[in-house]
């Protein structure tokens, strides 16, 4: 193939920058998503992921009001 | 004050929860199908013919002309958010533009040096300033790094938004330019052959796998912009819990 060097190259860039916009949102996400858990274990939670007033705290951390 | 701010965003959160639902339904069936589609575009660019005159370097436009798109969809995309956020105050919008602006830094960048690696063995240079499009795709690039700057130097995320929303549509101006400055002036870059008020003057051996590649990258571009938007989403629940917890915490001190 003639110019195989420019043609290769232009998907090889393409593919690694698809890979590494992959990666970051795979991270990103895992890396956010364990710091709710985080947040979660130490006893926080969402308004509206907690759990009904009379329900006991299945996490057994305190429950913050 | 702070107190009914406090009140405003935690009600606003509702919309996003919907929406991280609706993210996770659509996310594995928009990847498949971008996969899907980017196997057939491959194969397709590489088996089709080379043109008679630029050879197999017509192979690189089957990746060019889609981030070129993209560089160009995207950027509409944060306007059309940019007017969301000025107008409704809609918090997915904030969101939204903020998720969009490194996605189309990227294209924008595979855009230029795809651009590059065709021009040098068909107009015999890398680059060329005296361009129009070049430059104009090139002051593009500048602007999506800008607002992730931008994004970055205010704390506040809701005025961060506002000010990114401002800037987005002041730029928008540069969007006509890019399309139309191979029409308006005299450039190296030729001129459009798929988007034409008469129809595509492209020949259908390569507009067949462009369209193909095009369409995997937008997909593309939607599955990783729902996948960033729903990471900004979390990454604003875990700061909102983080200053609350703060809260209880003094409060409890100060008891």
Same mark, same amino acid.
Request: aromatic share 12%; with cysteine.
């Given at each position: 193939?003639?110019?195989?060097?420019?043609?290769?190259?232009?998907?090889?860039?393409?593919?690694?920058m698809? #890979?590494?916009?992959? +990666?970051?949102?795979?991270l990103?996400?895992?890396?956010r998503?364990q710091e709710?858990?985080?947040?979660?274990?130490?006893?926080?939670?969402?308004?509206?992921?907690?759990? +009904?007033?009379?329900?006991?705290?299945?996490?057994?951390?305190?429950?913050? @009001? | 004050?702070t107190? $009914?701010?406090a009140?405003?965003?935690l009600s606003d959160?509702?919309?996003?929860t919907?929406?991280m639902?609706?993210?996770a339904?659509?996310?594995?069936?928009?990847?498949?199908?971008?996969?899907?589609?980017?196997?057939?575009?491959?194969?397709?660019?590489?088996?089709?013919?080379?043109?008679?005159?630029?050879?197999?370097?017509?192979?690189?436009?089957?990746?060019?002309?889609?981030?070129?798109?993209? @560089?160009m969809?995207?950027?509409?995309i944060m @306007?059309?958010?940019?007017i969301?956020?000025?107008?409704?105050?809609?918090?997915? +919008?904030?969101?939204?533009?903020k998720?969009a602006a490194?996605?189309?830094?990227?294209?924008?960048l #595979?855009?230029?040096i795809?651009?590059s690696?065709?021009?040098?063995p068909?107009?015999?240079?890398w680059?060329?300033?005296?361009?129009a499009?070049?430059?104009?795709? =090139?002051?593009?690039?500048?602007?999506y790094?800008? #607002?992730?700057?931008?994004?970055r130097?205010?704390?506040?995320?809701?005025?961060?938004?506002r000010?990114?929303?401002?800037?987005?549509?002041v730029g928008?101006?540069?969007?006509p330019?890019?399309?139309?400055?191979v029409?308006?002036?005299?450039?190296?870059h030729?001129? $459009?052959?798929?988007?034409?008020?008469?129809?595509?003057?492209?020949?259908?051996e390569?507009?067949?796998?462009?369209?193909?590649?095009a369409?995997? =990258?937008?997909?593309? =571009?939607?599955?990783?912009?729902? #996948?960033?938007?729903?990471?900004?989403?979390?990454?604003?629940?875990?700061?909102?819990?983080?200053?609350? $917890?703060?809260?209880?915490?003094?409060?409890?001190?100060?008891?």
């Open positions: 193939m003639k110019y195989a060097f420019y043609v290769f190259t232009s998907y090889g860039v393409a593919g690694v698809t #890979l590494c916009l992959i +990666a970051w949102v795979w990103d996400g895992r890396a998503r709710l858990a985080e947040l979660e274990a130490s006893g926080f939670r969402r308004r509206s992921s907690r759990p +009904a007033p009379e329900t006991p705290d299945d996490m057994g951390g305190e429950t913050k @009001a | 004050m107190e $009914s701010l009140i405003t965003k959160l509702a919309n996003p919907r929406f639902a609706l993210v339904r659509l996310v594995p069936w928009l990847a498949a199908i971008t996969a899907l589609l980017f196997a057939v575009g491959l194969y397709m660019s590489f088996t089709t013919e080379g043109d008679y005159q630029q050879g197999d370097t017509v192979r690189i436009m089957y990746v060019h002309v889609p981030a070129a798109w993209l @560089a969809m995207c950027y509409t @306007a059309l958010s940019a969301g956020t000025l107008v409704w105050r809609h918090p997915l +919008a904030d969101v939204s533009h998720a490194p996605l189309g830094a990227a294209f924008t #595979l855009a230029l795809t651009g690696l065709w021009g040098k068909m107009w015999g240079t680059w060329t300033w005296g361009d499009r070049l430059t104009s795709v =090139f002051i593009l690039f500048l602007m790094l800008g #607002l992730i700057a931008l994004n130097a205010i704390d506040d995320p809701s005025r961060a938004a000010v990114a929303a401002v800037l987005i549509l928008f101006v540069n969007i330019i890019i399309k139309f400055s029409e308006w002036w005299n450039t190296l030729q001129k $459009s052959s798929v988007l034409r008020l008469d129809g595509p003057t492209i020949d259908p390569f507009l067949r796998p462009l369209l193909v590649m369409l995997a =990258f937008t997909l593309l =571009f939607f599955t990783l912009h729902l #996948l960033a938007m729903r990471n900004e989403i979390l990454r604003r629940r875990v700061s909102a819990q983080r200053r609350m $917890s703060a809260r209880i915490a003094s409060r409890g001190d100060a008891a």
